[in-house]
């Protein structure tokens, strides 16, 4: 078995779900063929996740709900300094996760048909997110 | 250190939570004493999660808490043309997860006393959910 | 590769998010220099989260929403014979996770400038939780 790891930093994203799946394929050289790859985001107001990847409005609407659910100006936060978008990005970060291990099959990310690896921004202006790749297998 | 990777479909399942940690503790064979054992869904309308395993009261109550946290016919969903349940069960993925890494002690899983392994199909009716599952150790 | 484990028993914890990133960097001993280390808790009413390690409010705020997104005494929960905390602490489980799974780089954990690592402990009264860590890689 090996261990490679990766340091992969994104450019400046806008808010909402951005489709990161062959960022990570290109990483995979086939050194791997059979194993898992986790990829690990370094911040705590963008998240990490898997969705459908066919309809954008899935995108769209996973925006919509989370900023119902979580909304700006919560009367009761206490941790406001960093702007109105900053404590509910935490918390969005802290239902969806900041990691995500796939499966490495034949060399190449096992996801199923329908999913795409997604890089959620959650803030209005962020610098680009920096992620830790890690394969592991043989 | 080792890798070994199986393929489990499971038969179709009704909308709820449905305990699979045996299917998952019959692939292990010994065969790596002391690892990670990653179970990985290919689906974005059913979830993985663990949960406590003994009073059946906890698993209807998680449906309907969840059912009220994201109902169907939300009116600000666009995605509606799979059905009502299908933007609901992509958001449950997104808040529950795709996949569970477990640790493996002694040759079998480590969970807690009162821990399962759970699929939590989101669908009214869906095929069997495909499962990758990837065991590492030594 | 090798693969080394651990058995981690918390102090009793009072309810709320607790650090314990020192806890886990501690466990690291130089043996592996690249890989991931992974974190389970054997439990189901408590979580592990990462989140922002600077302000407590943060922390608090997490506290104050997760309370008025599943509250106690919730009208449809038939889970109750464990106490009012008890229902909702499951739910805030599936919610948040069970497990972290974290990059290890020059033998340290690769967490960015502002990443911590939580116990969230949901319950009003509980003992000290267990947690299993794997360090797999080279």
């Known amino acids: 078995m090996i261990t490679k790891q990766y340091v992969l930093t994104l450019p400046s994203l806008h808010r909402g779900m951005h489709l990161i799946t062959e960022r990570i394929n290109d990483l995979l050289?086939?050194?791997?063929?059979?194993?898992?790859?986790h990829v690990f985001l370094q911040h705590t107001s963008a998240s990490l996740c898997l969705n459908e990847n066919v309809d954008p409005r899935v995108r769209s609407d996973a925006e919509t709900f989370l900023n119902d659910l979580i909304p700006e100006n919560y009367p009761k936060f206490l941790h406001t300094y960093e702007g109105s978008d900053d404590m509910p990005?935490?918390?969005?970060?802290?239902?969806?996760?900041?990691?995500?291990?796939?499966?490495?099959?034949q060399g190449r990310?096992?996801?199923?048909?329908?999913?795409?690896i997604y890089l959620f921004e959650?803030?209005?202006?962020a610098s680009g997110r920096t992620l830790i790749i890690t394969l592991q297998g043989e």
């Open 29 to 37: 050289d086939g050194s791997v063929q059979t194993g898992t790859v």
């Open 89 to 105: 990005a935490h918390m969005k970060n802290m239902l969806l996760g900041s990691s995500l291990t796939l499966p490495v099959t």
């Open 109 to 116: 990310l096992a996801l199923g048909t329908w999913q795409g």
């Open 122 to 125: 959650h803030r209005d202006y």
